[in-house]
């Protein structure tokens, strides 16, 4: 895996404290997996030593990044100051991402976390006339992205935690109440359906615990702290069961042979095994979110 | 004519300078044919830490970045002394450059264990004694601090292995030189240092510590000066052979040196620094790099 150089196309605030961003990598991205994510570096300088974590948002036909930026501290602060024709340089598509399949989809997004679920929903309005999105924020100014959603999907129930738009409270209260309607009209069965999610901790957590309750197939996409991004350092662990006995399909395979024997518990990371994981896989997250 | 950029440290001799630090590349295995491609460049590869049973390490988060630099708590998890031999070990001795495990534990007992195992293991080309990890409750720092305790941990391994052996030191200790020597009486080769520096970072928002284990360990470039200084005081002290760890990021001024976290900022960056120091000696028309090693002059 080598860096490659990216430069800035575009760059323009879509929100208060939202920007999207598009980038010209040096190799045009041909593919990627939605839920992959891209990790970059910002300076070549010693501040912000570390790189940053984006989503890919989307993928143009020219092979070009799409990242949609919440900001939030020094490195998105930083990342509002490049202009076009600016480099940095990236490292991707990095980690496991979604697993598509013929289940009827329920799409989950708090915050910012609509960013990992765009190209997500992009692939699926191919091949599936029926997608639930249901979209969370602190307030409808944080709500990041409805215009282009909106073109992909239109069975749209939005929450704010200020009650500024769609029903007030958390998303995975809507989320319970979506699935206690059974308002999904194709699905029989609640095996027929799978959810997707990205977000912040609190909110994946919350909404595994909605999975496992209920048995609902569910897909989450993870955020830790980060080091390298390629699985050398450790640094980006979660809690996974023992791998020897994750049913789950594609992200056992992802972990397979590297089951740590007789244990109940361990770590995988997020950056290689992740970022998304199957519900049924993790162990309870713990919630260290520092901007949640 | 390409310049030589050989040097030999101790008992090794490595194609150049540039070696990979411990914890900020795995073991090599898994890695693409790319990342291969690149270990294979450097001077010499060492492996995370291996202790003689699993170590699940700490909690999240395990990194954040300060001014400069990072600190990290991983907390030495690994897959223990067998897994390595059977699932990494017979990846790791394919890297045609020098092949150093990283062996760490608790107690002095551990450290033998481990290298009686390994010392009869093909593909090894030395071992670092990692006596100074800040991230492990017990053993860790507090073997690095003790000269006694330094010496019989050397000098008990050294009678298992005909290897090169390395000893790698904690700064965290009022006289880096009475340590090395230590290490050195008990039948180290070659010092390498730094680890990390003890340190914690805080989140004044949410008034709580940013990792999870409370504290971890300092590197990256503000680290460097601390680890110059303390290179200086063992050299001058012990004349023992060293190898320079800290922040290290550029290729000018290296004669034996690990290249930690820039690893995690860039994996080809190691790579980077081997070329880009055959390029820089060319362009100063130095021949060979044996022949600037050791001429830093005190000023008069
Ligand atoms: C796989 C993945 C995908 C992500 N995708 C997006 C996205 O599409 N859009 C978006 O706005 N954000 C995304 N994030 C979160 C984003 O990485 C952080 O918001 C960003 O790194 C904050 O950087 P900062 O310097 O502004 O914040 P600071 O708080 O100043 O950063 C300090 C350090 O903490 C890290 N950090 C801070 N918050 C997070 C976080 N939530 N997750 C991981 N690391 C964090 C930073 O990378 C940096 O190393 C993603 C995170 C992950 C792990
Ligand atoms: C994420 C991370 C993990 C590390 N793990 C180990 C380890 O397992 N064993 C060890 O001896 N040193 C470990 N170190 C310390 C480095 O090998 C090195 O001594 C230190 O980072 C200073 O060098 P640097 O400034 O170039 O990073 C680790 C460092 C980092 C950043
Ligand atoms: S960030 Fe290094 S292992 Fe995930």
């Known amino acids: 895996m080598k ?15 939202c920007y999207r961003m598009q980038l010209k990598p040096s190799k045009p991205f041909k593919t990627a997996i939605p839920g992959q994510f891209v990790h970059i570096r910002l300076t070549k300088g010693y501040k912000l030593l570390l790189r940053r974590p984006f989503s890919i948002y989307n993928i143009t036909d020219s092979g070009n990044i799409e990242i949609v930026y919440q900001v939030l501290g020094k490195g998105t602060e930083f990342m509002t100051s490049l ?55 602190r307030s409808k100014d944080k709500l990041y992205c409805l215009p282009d959603l909106k073109k992909l999907c239109q069975h749209i129930t939005i929450a704010t935690e200020d009650g ?9 209260t809507a989320l319970s109440k979506f699935l206690s309607k059974s308002e999904i009209r194709p699905v029989r069965a609640k095996s027929e359906m799978v959810i997707y999610a990205c977000g912040p901790k609190g909110m994946t957590e919350a909404v595994r615990q909605i999975a496992i309750t209920q048995k609902i197939p569910t897909q989450l996409s993870l955020e830790e702290r980060m080091g390298c991004g390629i699985g050398f350092c450790r640094a980006c662990v979660c809690k996974v069961k023992n791998y020897a006995d994750a049913k789950a399909p594609a992200c056992a395979n992802a972990l397979a042979g590297r089951s740590a024997g007789k244990q109940d518990w361990q770590w995988a990371t997020v950056c290689e095994d992740g970022p998304v994981f199957e519900a049924s896989q993790l162990e309870p997250q713990m919630n260290t979110d520092r901007h949640g | 004519m390409k310049p030589d950029t050989k040097v030999k440290v101790g008992p090794l001799t490595l194609k150049n300078p540039v070696i990979v630090a411990s914890g900020t590349f795995g073991y090599g295995a898994e890695f693409s044919r790319e990342i291969f491609a690149n270990i294979n460049k450097v001077g010499g590869f060492i492996t995370k830490t291996i202790t003689l049973k699993p170590r699940r390490g700490n909690p999240p988060p395990r990194i954040v970045e300060t001014p400069c630099g990072i600190i990290n708590s991983i907390g030495l998890e ?8 059977a699932d990494y070990l017979p990846y790791f001795s394919r890297f045609k450059t020098a092949r150093i495990v990283s062996v760490g534990g608790e107690e002095p007992g551990e450290f033998n264990e481990i290298i009686k195992t390994l010392a009869r293991r093909k593909g090894i080309d030395g071992f670092e004694l990692n006596i100074s990890c800040p991230n492990i409750k017990k053993g860790g720092v507090s073997i690095a601090q003790s000269p006694d305790v330094t010496r019989q941990i050397v000098s008990r391994v050294r009678r298992l292995t005909g290897l090169p052996l ?13 340590i090395a020597r230590a290490a050195i009486d008990g039948g180290a080769d070659i010092i390498s240092l730094i680890n990390t520096v003890s340190a914690m970072a805080v989140d004044w928002e949410r008034r709580r510590p940013c990792l999870g284990n409370i504290t971890g360990g300092l590197s990256g470039p503000a680290i460097k000066p601390i680890a110059l200084k303390m290179v200086r005081d063992v050299v001058t002290e012990t004349r023992a052979p060293v190898i320079g760890i800290g922040g290290i990021m550029t290729a000018e001024g290296a004669s034996a040196v690990q290249v930690g976290t820039f690893n995690l900022i860039d994996p080809a960056g190691a790579a980077g620094l081997a070329d880009g120091l055959t390029k820089l000696l060319k362009k100063r028309n130095i021949k060979s790099l044996r022949d600037i090693i050791g001429t830093l002059e005190n000023p008069v």
Do not use: W
């Open chain 1, 3 to 17: 860096p490659i150089d990216a430069r800035i196309i575009r760059n323009k605030p879509i929100a208060p404290d």
């Open chain 1, 83 to 137: 202009k076009p024709g600016n480099k940095v340089d990236i490292l991707g598509p990095l980690g496991n991402g979604f697993r598509i399949n013929n289940q009827t989809p329920v799409l989950v997004a708090g915050g910012v976390g609509v960013a990992g679920l765009h190209l997500l929903l992009k692939r699926l309005a191919k091949r599936h006339k029926d997608i639930y999105l249901l979209p969370g924020a």
């Open chain 1, 164 to 172: 500024s738009m769609g029903s007030k409270g958390l998303i995975t």
């Open chain 2, 78 to 85: 690994n897959p223990g002394l067998e897994r390595f031999c």
């Open chain 2, 166 to 178: 390395i000893a790698k030191l904690s700064p965290k200790v009022t006289d880096i030189s009475v």
